[in-house]
T-cell receptor, first 113, second 113 residues
Framework: SQQGEEDPQALSIQEGENATMNCSYK?????LQWYRQNSGRGLVHLIL?????REKHSGRLRVTLDTSKKSSSLLITASRAADTASYFC?????????????FGIGTKLQVIP | DTEVTQTPKHLVMGMTNKKSLKCEQH?????MYWYKQKAKKPPELMFV???????INESVPSRFSPECPNSSLLNLHLHALQPEDSALYLC????????????FGQGTRLTVV
């Protein structure tokens, strides 16, 4: 399978704590994206990190990418109850010039107020 | 306008019905996608359109027929579906065909009875 695999599959933390989610994949990528999905709704794009980048920040989000280990992590700092959602990594694999964004199984994050 | 709009939001259809899902974006994006998401599973890529041409078909059964009438519209025609096809169908678009974030619609919740 070309999709990413997230770890852990479920995470429960107290508001204010940091949440770290990991993603591993198997083949070379163009980039890796992280998305968030509230229950039963569409996905919201969080961050895109390119294969030649190692770290990227956006507000309370920090994403790292280690292409040698084929892994990425998403850190949410100072979590809030509103961060409760499922988070997916989406490696974009080389596919003949077309973007083929495929999703891992996701991490279900619960932030307890 | 940074939205991808999908209609209808909910659809119930019988196994002998013919229906269509619609997706629209006015961001000038050149790539559009259909995904299928079953409960508690990640979205699965079905089709990719690039510059209004079908570029990726992930071995989707012929009872699902995509159509891209113009650069802003993407349809998914449904015919002779099975109850196991019940799922959330998500449309997405991206600026280019590689290395760009995908914007998702809120999805159509399809129930086949």
């Amino acid at each position: 399978s070309q999709q990413g695999e997230e770890d852990p599959q479920a995470l429960s933390i107290q508001e204010g704590e940091n949440a770290t989610m990991n993603c591993s994949y198997k083949t070379s990528i163009n980039n890796l994206q992280w998305y968030r999905q509230n229950s039963g709704r569409g996905l919201v794009h969080l961050i895109l990190i390119r294969s030649n980048e190692r770290e990227k920040h956006s507000g309370r989000l920090r994403v790292t990418l280690d292409t040698s280990k084929k892994s990425s992590s998403l850190l949410i700092t100072a979590s809030r109850a509103a961060d409760t959602a499922s988070y997916f990594c989406a490696p974009d694999f080389h596919s003949g010039g077309y973007q083929k964004v495929t999703f891992g199984i996701g991490t279900k994050l619960q932030v307890i107020p | 306008d940074t939205e991808v709009t999908q209609t209808p939001k909910h659809l119930v259809m019988g196994m002998t019905n013919k229906k269509s899902l619609k997706c629209e974006q006015h961001m000038g994006h050149r790539a559009m996608y259909w995904y299928k998401q079953k409960a508690k599973k990640p979205p699965e890529l079905m089709f990719v359109y690039s510059y209004e041409k079908l570029s990726i078909n992930e071995s989707v059964p012929s009872r699902f027929s995509p159509e891209c009438p113009n650069s802003s519209l993407l349809n998914l025609h449904l015919h002779a579906l099975q109850p196991e096809d019940s799922a959330l169908y998500l449309c997405a678009s991206s600026q280019e065909t590689e290395n760009t974030e995908a914007f998702f619609g809120q999805g159509t919740r399809l129930t086949v009875v």
